[in-house]
């Protein structure tokens, strides 16, 4: 994670604006203090969503809808978009938002649990090109079997925040006791990431932290779901 807020400020400074829609979803949840991918990972998800030219994308962390609707505005026009969000405050926010976009009629939200949509998307074998995880840190290693199930071969997961800050480097000692099981799972995630049959991995240290992770191996037999 880049930790030189000059370098980080000059960075941004090359953004491009954004469309209108996207500048006031930004500005609503930056008020609001909702939690919103930063400028530099947004540009590095939109990029990958140019040079893989997903057909099916699924989210995992509506909030606002606020990725949800960069990558709307870069994916194929004959791409798709399935969100998910539990939190009703945020649920109303991004129905909003969406419906007030281009993209409304290829974007759907369900609303509910993460996990209990993975399971029903895994028993329905159903395929996705591109997958973006940035909801509950603590899920995210429970949830890895079901992602790599609904992965096709070839297709990219990105997953945010994975860094924490930089905590993820410490001591379970050095950390409250609140945050440890956060530290612990997301250590776990990524060691499971890194040395998993079938997923090659990169870490890359910008915004809180990204990995990206693509799916070389066809056989979904050797994946085990131990939920």
């Known amino acids: ?6 370098l980080v400020n000059y960075i941004h400074s090359l953004e491009p604006d954004q469309s209108e829609i996207l500048e006031a979803v930004r500005k609503e949840a930056l008020a609001a203090d909702v939690p919103i991918i930063r400028d530099e990972t947004a540009a590095l998800l939109k ?8 057909k099916r994308i699924l989210e995992i962390g509506a909030a606002v809808g606020y990725s949800a609707l960069i990558m709307a505005e870069v994916m194929p026009e004959s791409a798709t978009i399935l969100t998910v969000e539990s939190y009703e405050p945020r649920i109303r926010e991004a129905r909003r938002n969406f419906m007030h ?3 409304h009629d290829r974007i759907t939200l ?3 649990d993460a996990g209990e949509l993975l399971r029903r998307l895994t028993e329905e074998k159903q395929n996705f090109d591109f997958i973006f995880l940035d909801a509950a840190k603590a899920q995210y290693p429970l949830w890895l079997p079901y992602l790599m199930r609904l992965m096709r071969p070839g297709a ?14 410490e001591s379970r000692y050095q950390i409250a006791r609140r945050d440890r099981t956060i530290h612990a799972r997301m250590r776990e995630y990524l060691y499971t990431l890194k040395h ?4 090659e991995t ?4 910008i915004g809180d932290g990204i990995s990206i992770s693509t799916r070389y191996q066809e056989d979904n037999n050797k994946i085990e779901i131990g939920l």
């Open 110 to 112: 369900v609303e509910g």
């Open 156 to 169: 990219v997961l990105v997953s945010d925040n994975i860094l924490q800050e930089g905590s993820i480097i």
């Open 196 to 199: 998993t049959e079938g997923l």
């Open 47 to 54: 990029c990958l969503i140019r040079i893989i030219n997903p």
């Open 101 to 103: 976009s281009p993209y």
């Open 202 to 205: 990169a870490i890359v240290p």
């Open 1 to 6: 994670m880049i930790t030189n807020a000059r």
